[in-house]
């Protein structure tokens, strides 16, 4: 099933969204608190860095692009500075936002502070709204430009008053006209506006809602429960999260169950975006929805690993199908991200900085890849949350080893190492050390390998902090070429 799952993934690329919904500005302030204000009985925070992402709806969004797809987003934003960073961060996603209206009122925004990974405090700021009577004439008519080619709609109702009962019946109705499955991520307990929708994702807590009463988290009871709301509302399928217990999905051939695997668990923020996006993904691919399932349970599995609102990418998503936990055997070679050149190494390193990652770098020839190596390099991915390798070429390696060297053209080790599940992206540099390269990236952390001290290591005063791996004694591609000739 996982390769199954794969080819789910590899099927959405490109694939034509809309999502429609409460589009909101997730804001997180990052720094340490290590006293109490004088002031009140309250941790003083000292602040030392400030990200923003899409959140709601855009998390959605946001979401279905890192997986892939090709997006759009239709919703309501306030004409403010919220709103115009928003816009930015979806236009630097790839994401249409043609389809945001401007509206009066504040942008929905959500502002976390917080003290390593312990969020301390949440601020909102929202005007509950939906669309005023003459706009929504102008809406619709937006709709019918944005549906021209879709595969597949998402309503994301987070209760903020978009997705109201005016709303959802039209792009229901729209989208079956159009033969465009509609998934709904819901809200509330009058699920009357969602009728006639191919797929709602409720959580356990939403499914009581709308059953009117609470529903026991077994497969049997959300089993039953799903099926008689299913029925009550002329839906296609039910897929319910249940927390730990994994999700069940719900539809005419009956209910199929996916148990959640044990993880460590940071945040529950965004994971039912998450397993909004993949399944909305597989719906308008028309996929197996019960493998489909297995590839939003492992992503969901990722975003609660992580502090704070979160997108997975497909390569992400790729990596964690990659063992089968039943058999415990490869199904597809996971592949990091190679550079193209340095710049496309800086974008890519932005951007994971602004989902709030940290970066380690490390670097070498790795010509002859051994145990050494793989200590090294998992090492340094423990430390941070992303890891760039940046690889000699050729000539830097002939002139920093030998005219025999390297063994392997840069091409061939770039491939090896790229195949390493502790590496997200390789890169390579051509002088005779990286402190070039370290200084356009700015790593979080610098790892090297071998007795140096950390002010010996080039780039280091580019670098937040600077790690020293200790070597693996008798590991060194120097001393396995030796051995090879002796025994020659």
């Known amino acids: 099933m996982p390769a199954e799952a794969f080819q789910i993934i590899e099927s959405i690329q490109g694939l034509p969204v809309l999502v429609i919904g409460d589009v909101m500005l997730d804001t997180y302030y ?29 998390n959605v969004a946001f979401n279905l692009a890192r997986l892939g797809c090709s997006v759009s ?103 079956r006209g159009r033969g465009i499955p509609v998934l709904v991520d819901p809200k509330g307990e009058d699920w009357e506006r969602y009728r006639g929708a191919a797929m709602v994702t409720p959580n356990l807590g939403e499914l009581s809602l709308a059953a009117g009463d609470a529903v026991p988290n077994d497969d049997s009871a959300v089993a039953a429960t799903g099926e008689l709301v299913r029925e009550r509302y002329d839906l296609s399928r039910l897929l319910v999260t249940r927390s730990g217990a994994g999700m069940s999905l719900i539809g005419p051939e009956g209910a199929q169950h996916r148990h959640t695997e044990a993880r460590e668990i940071s945040d529950v923020s965004g994971a039912g975006d998450t397993v909004a996006a993949v399944m909305a993904g597989a719906l308008g691919a028309g996929r197996d929805l019960s493998v489909a399932m297995l590839a939003a349970n492992r992503a969901a599995g990722i975003v609660v690993g992580k502090a704070g609102t979160y997108a997975v990418s497909a390569e992400e998503l790729k990596r964690e199908l990659r063992v089968h936990p039943e058999e415990g055997r490869l199904t597809e070679p996971f592949s990091a991200a190679v550079a193209a050149d340095w710049d496309d190494a800086l974008g890519q390193v932005q951007r994971w900085r602004r989902c709030g990652f940290r970066v380690a770098f490390t670097n070498g020839c790795f010509d002859l890849l051994h145990p050494g190596h793989i200590d090294c390099l998992a090492e340094a991915r423990r430390m941070a949350d992303r890891l760039v390798v940046a690889v000699n070429s050729d000539s830097s390696v ?84 030796e051995r090879i000739r002796s025994r020659r």
Do not use: N, W
């Not at 009962?165 to 792009?171: I, R, T, Y």
């Not at 002139?399 to 053209?409: E, N, S, T, V």
């Open 73 to 175: 987003l239709a919703g309501l934003v306030g004409d403010d500075e919220p709103g115009g960073v928003l816009r930015t961060l979806l236009d630097e996603a790839g994401i249409d936002s043609s389809g945001l209206y401007a509206a009066p009122g504040p942008t929905t925004r959500k502002t976390r502070v917080l003290a390593a990974t312990q969020h301390l405090v949440r601020m909102d700021v929202e005007e509950r709204r939906g669309l005023a009577a003459g706009q929504m004439e102008s809406f619709a008519a937006s709709l019918s430009r944005l549906f021209a080619g879709v595969a597949v709609v998402v309503l994301s109702d987070y209760g903020k008053g978009l997705c109201d009962d005016a709303l959802c019946p039209l792009v229901i109705e729209q989208c």
């Open 398 to 481: 002939r002139r920093l080893k030998g005219p025999d060297r390297p063994l392997q053209d840069q091409q061939s080790r770039v491939k090896v190492l790229s195949a390493l599940a502790a590496v997200d992206m390789v890169v390579v540099f051509d002088g005779d050390t990286p402190a070039e390269l370290v200084r356009r990236l700015r790593p979080d952390v610098l790892v090297k390998g071998g007795d140096y001290r950390p002010d010996e290591v080039a780039g280091a005063e580019s670098a937040d902090s600077v790690e020293i791996v200790p070597f693996v004694q008798d590991h060194s591609t120097t001393d396995l070429v």
């Open 30 to 58: 990052q720094g340490t608190a290590g006293r109490i204000s004088p002031e009140a009985p309250v941790p003083v925070v000292r602040i030392d860095g400030e990200h923003h992402v899409p959140g709601g709806a855009g």
